[in-house]
């Protein structure tokens, strides 16, 4: 998983690979003023989005109100999350560590990039020249951060800053909660051991660092990748779209080297990710997705 989600437009951050909470942080203001939410789990995010659409037709923009619920995750992914072996060995015979196979597989019912766009906006800002969506989205940005503050009083600059502003904080709060257990430690030692007797680079041995380090030499692959290919001449949504024929060799890396990990790391993450992802949920809920403010 990364370790920050990468800021971007919100008609582009559907597409980012989102991919996968004992916080200190202050708890987020109630809403005021707004409608009882208790016969809809929803009910807030519809309010958000109303308000957003009216603020950028203030502003002379049309904005369509992204009301899909946010994404439950099913029994399997609970699973892989959780550090189960199985679940995770499954995923990554298929999948790798999750970077390419959406470009290589782009009609996957599941997870390809050729599905539905889950933001009406993106398919609106198809339309837009350069200089309207600049404009379009600077509009966008203030209308969201207005009324994102006044829902959650949680002070954020854009949607894609609740990302940058939340997975920071998962991120500092795991260092200091779990880089210094003495037993994560003893466990990452034996994982990075492992993988250097595979001949896989180790930067660091510290638990939230050897989390990502398969994950992280794919990443800056794909990312190297997709500047190529958008040098080539991509233009729009398919400039964020690896070609499969170019994606499918890099996959085939990718999984042979995510099995290795998994079998080196497997005692460290049945350990590692039960308390990971209670801290992952604990903070996110601090920015409103246990209401369903967030699309993800």
Known sequence: MPRVLTAMPAAVLALAVLSGCGA???????????????????????QVEAARADCMKQKGFKYIPNISPPEKADEEKLLQRSGDYAAMREYREKHGFG??????????????????????????????????????????????????????????SSEADVSTQ????????????????????????????????KGY???????????????????????????KHKESGAKSVDAWRLPPDAARPYLAKEIKAALDDLECGKDFYAEYRPRSERLRDEIWDQ????EGLLPW
């Open 24 to 46: 200190e942080a202050p708890a987020a203001a109630p809403a005021t003023g707004k409608a009882s939410t208790a016969g809809d789990p929803h009910a807030k995010r519809r």
């Open 99 to 156: 970077v390419f196979f959406t470009f290589a597989y782009p009609d996957d019912p599941e997870e390809g990039t050729n599905q539905p766009l889950p933001d009406p906006n993106m398919k609106l800002s198809e339309s837009f020249s350069k200089t309207q969506y600049k404009a379009w989205s600077a509009a966008d940005d203030i209308c969201y951060a207005t009324v994102f503050t006044k829902f959650t009083g949680k002070k954020i």
């Open 166 to 197: 939340a997975d920071t904080l998962y991120w500092k709060t795991k260092e200091r909660l779990l880089d210094g257990d003495p037993r994560l430690t003893e466990l990452a030692g034996d994982f990075g051991d492992c993988l250097k007797g």
């Open 201 to 227: 680079p180790v930067t660091s041995l510290r638990p939230t660092v050897l989390e990502t380090n398969g994950w992280d030499t794919f990443e800056k692959q794909r990312t190297a990748a997709l500047n």
């Open 287 to 290: 920015f409103g997705r246990k």
